[in-house]
């Protein structure tokens, strides 16, 4: 995956957050249960703790950023662009 990316600027690792936007912008967050590098109740944790709207399908770590084909079917991204995951309460 990183081979594929460019790499960071200094300057976007040095620039100051102002606000948290995820507190005040609606979000969505994918849980996949099959995620090698950050277990699932960890990132239910985080969804729940941003209040982001939760999908959880059964795939591998990069699925929010692949092609899931027909095994991960309806597909996450639409289904959190579209509103279809559940809130996670706050």
Excluded: F
Excluded at 21 to 47: C, F, H, S
């Amino acid at each position: 995956m990183a081979a594929g990316r460019p790499p960071v600027a200094v300057a976007a690792l040095q620039e100051k957050a102002v606000a948290a936007a995820w507190k005040e912008i609606p979000g969505g967050y994918l849980v996949a249960t099959e995620d090698r590098n950050i277990p699932p109740a960890a990132e239910q944790w985080m969804a729940e703790r941003a209040s982001a709207r939760t999908i959880t399908v059964r795939a591998p770590h990069a699925v929010a950023g692949s092609d899931p084909g027909p095994r991960y079917r309806p597909d996450p991204a639409r289904c959190l662009l579209s509103g279809q995951g559940q809130r996670s309460p706050t």
